[in-house]
Every structure is written in structure tokens, then in C-alpha cells.
């Protein structure tokens, strides 16, 4: 048999993925150069609106499962490269299906009001105060990496919980727990409440290995093996950013079933 049968080309980004949440089911869509289903025949321009403001070309709000809130934070020519890098890869046609969305969340126009309470910021701006490493490491968590989206807990309305920022919760589908990765949690990740160093959280970042021996699974799985492509110096700086987060407690996790 051949064994990339099950490989999933990562190039051909045609959308379809299904994300289900509180709110309904998000699906997502086709970001290819493809100039009818995709976004081949958006300028640089649409492509930076998406990402900072979170609208469409012709003005169309787009929902926050695509992290704007957190790609808001990129500088301008990182996301002007990310466009050029974008359109260098094969077009995919097809539309995968649309949002189904209970009401009144399929209201798109009501996201208007959503952005004024939760849509803040700018382009990330390094703090003078800390270390060049430290800084490079918030951009990327904060920004490129949208980690705050998955880490943090989110109110009735889906935005995040500030207070609780990076101190973990259950995922959107509510069938699994995502971790707080502030100091509060980094000491409980293990089965044997193994604390983590900083260069524990490095090294978890290019391997998946955690300070007990497990491995990162499901969805984190593929959160590494993203990270796994950065160099270490990047790895290194957000290792530096988490390992300085300001200790939070998050929502109680459920027991586990025996």
C-alpha cells in the first residue's frame, strides 16, 4: 500500500473543515488562489481588511472563528508576505457549504456590534521595558499564533474572558479541555503534576513532549507540527513570553469518567 495514501496536502487550502461550537457549525472556506471559489481575485488590500478589520471585500463582516482579533495584531508586511505566499500555491475550485448558525448569531450584520466590544488593538508595538526575545515571542503568540484563541475561555457572546486569559477551558465542541498555560497551570499539564521549565515549553514546541514523557495529541498534534517548523530561536522566544504570563485561573475542569 502506499504509505502517503492518508497524507493531506497542506498547500491545497480549499476549506471544508467543519468546527462546530456553541453557537452552530462553522465551516471553512476556500482561501486558495482559485479567482472564483477562492480568493484569487482579491487585491492586497481585501487581504489585509480580512485580517486586521475582519470584513470581506465589499464591506461583509466576517465571523471571528477566522481569528482576526489575534491576526489584527500582525505587522503590515508580514501579512502582505503572507498574501504573496498564499498566491504562489495551486487553486482549488469548489465552495465548500456555509455556516449553520442557530439564531440570532446567523445575523451577520449584528458582528458590527461584536467588533466594538471585542475587535481592539492594533499592530503589535514591542515593549521597550522587556528583552527583544520576550517581545518577538508576544507577537507570535499573540498575533501569528492566535494562541489566546484557544487558550482562554469565552463569555455567552464568544468573546474572551480577559481575566482568564491563557487559563484554559473546554473546546468550542465542549468534548475535550484545552489547558491553562499560565503558571498557574504549566505545574498540573502531567499526569504526575510535572512542572514545566521554559526550555520544557522549547522543546514541546519542536517535539511534542511534554516533562512527563506523554506526547501531545489531537489537535495539538498539528498545533506542533507547525511549530516544529520555526527555527529555535522562535520556539525559544515563546518560551520566554508564555513562561512570564501573569498566573490566571480558569473555569474548573470536569473529573474524568473511571
Known amino acids: 500500500p502506499n504509505k502517503d495514501a492518508d497524507k493531506v496536502d497542506r498547500t491545497r487550502l ?27 481575485a482579491w487585491s492586497e488590500a481585501d487581504f489585509v481588511s480580512a485580517l486586521w478589520d475582519g470584513t470581506a471585500p465589499g464591506g461583509a ?44 448569531f446567523n ?61 484554559g477551558g473546554p473546546t468550542p465542541d465542549g468534548k475535550s479541555w484545552v489547558p491553562n498555560i499560565t503558571p498557574t497551570g504549566l505545574g498540573h499539564w502531567g499526569d504526575d503534576n510535572t512542572a514545566w521549565l521554559e526550555k520544557d515549553i522549547a522543546s514541546f514546541l519542536d517535539d511534542g513532549q511534554n516533562p512527563s514523557g506523554d506526547y501531545a495529541g489531537g489537535d495539538m498534534a498539528e498545533v506542533i507540527r507547525n511549530t516544529s517548523l520555526l527555527s529555535s530561536d522562535d520556539r525559544a522566544a515563546i518560551a520566554n513570553y508564555v513562561f512570564t504570563l501573569p498566573p490566571r485561573q480558569g473555569p474548573s475542569r470536569p473529573p474524568k469518567h473511571q
Open 14 to 40: 480549499g476549506g471544508g473543515l467543519v468546527l462546530p461550537c456553541p453557537f452552530g457549525t462553522f465551516t471553512v472556506p476556500n482561501i486558495s488562489p482559485d479567482p472564483n471559489d477562492g480568493i484569487g
Open 61 to 104: 463582516h466576517l465571523y471571528p472563528a477566522f481569528p482576526y482579533t489575534s491576526y489584527r495584531h500582525m505587522e503590515l508586511n508580514d501579512v502582505r508576505d503572507l498574501f504573496a505566499y498564499i498566491k504562489t500555491l495551486p487553486p482549488v475550485s469548489g465552495s465548500p457549504d456555509g455556516h449553520h448558525l442557530s439564531f440570532p
Open 107 to 167: 445575523i451577520r450584520r449584528l458582528l458590527g456590534g461584536w467588533k466594538l466590544l471585542y475587535l481592539t488593538g492594533g499592530p503589535f508595538v514591542p515593549d521597550p521595558s522587556k528583552s527583544a526575545q520576550w517581545n518577538r515571542g508576544a507577537y507570535l503568540v499573540e498575533g501569528l499564533g492566535q494562541r489566546a484563541e484557544c487558550h482562554s475561555p469565552r463569555n455567552a457572546l464568544g468573546g474572551i474572558i480577559e481575566s482568564e486569559r491563557f487559563a
